[in-house]
């Protein structure tokens, strides 16, 4: 299975400030990597698919960005409604894999 | 406006099986894969089944640590997926979430499914 090794495990950032979060994939998966945002008792919602791509209705200053098997979210200018916990996903190969988590929290 | 609805949640006794259904709306359900992904509480996500589509002659996959123990299915008239779960444990206590996709576009509120005697 591929793994995905998501850092840091806890972040906490003040308002305006820009927030990134990372993920190593254990091989090569091209562009197919996904992140989420899941906020306390809901599901998650899409944020990015394939790497770079915004889903529809996610503010702009969500950014998805790839550096060979890294792959990193980049929050521009934080808001207080993006607190919550941030998971990216592999689905290049099956099983599709999560990363561990990022706890994002406000200073 | 894609919906899902997920229901059939609840609490079971180890060794009992539950069968969680997904019903959903709001696009050509026939066109998508279709997934069940949960979360154990206090934990992260873990993705349990897929179904593909008629142009992948409805094809199955399993995460490895349920797999002889579930199934996947849908009916495509019904816009609606099913996961039947059987011999469960503890260790399956978790919210079940039905997500459209490969990458997982659209979630459901999610079921919980409670294992304990």
């Known amino acids: 299975d591929i793994q995905m090794t998501q850092s840091p495990a806890s972040l906490s950032a003040s308002l305006e400030e820009i927030v990134t979060i990372t993920c190593q994939a254990s091989?090569?998966?091209?562009?197919?990597l996904s992140w989420y945002q899941q906020k306390p008792g809901k599901s998650p919602q899409l944020l990015i698919h394939?790497?770079?791509s915004l889903a529809d209705g996610v503010p702009s200053r969500f950014s998805g960005s790839r550096s060979g098997t890294q792959y990193s979210l980049k929050i521009n200018r934080l808001q207080v409604e993006d607190t919550g916990i941030y998971y990216c996903?592999?689905?290049?190969?099956?099983?599709?894999?999560f990363g561990g988590g990022t706890k994002l929290e406000l200073k | 406006e894609v919906q899902i609805l997920e229901t059939g949640g609840g609490l079971v006794k180890p060794g009992g099986s539950l069968r969680l259904s997904c019903a959903t709306s709001?696009?050509?359900?026939?066109?998508?894969?279709m997934n069940w992904v949960r979360q154990a509480p206090g934990k992260g996500l873990e993705w349990v089944a897929q179904?593909?589509?008629?142009?992948?002659?409805?094809?199955?996959y399993y995460a490895e640590s349920l797999e002889g123990r579930v199934t996947i299915s849908r009916d495509d008239s019904k816009s609606s997926v099913y996961l039947q779960v059987s011999s469960l444990r503890a260790e399956d206590t978790a919210i079940y979430y039905c997500?459209?996709?490969?990458?997982?576009?659209?979630w459901g509120q999610g079921v919980m499914v409670t294992v304990s005697s």
């Open positions: 997500t459209r996709r490969s990458y997982f576009d659209y």
């Open positions: 709001g696009f050509n359900f026939n066109d998508y894969f």
């Open positions: 179904i593909r589509n008629k142009n992948y002659n409805y094809a199955t």
């Open positions: 091989q090569d998966i091209g562009n197919y």
């Open positions: 394939s790497a770079t």
């Open positions: 996903l592999q689905h290049y190969s099956a099983p599709p894999t």
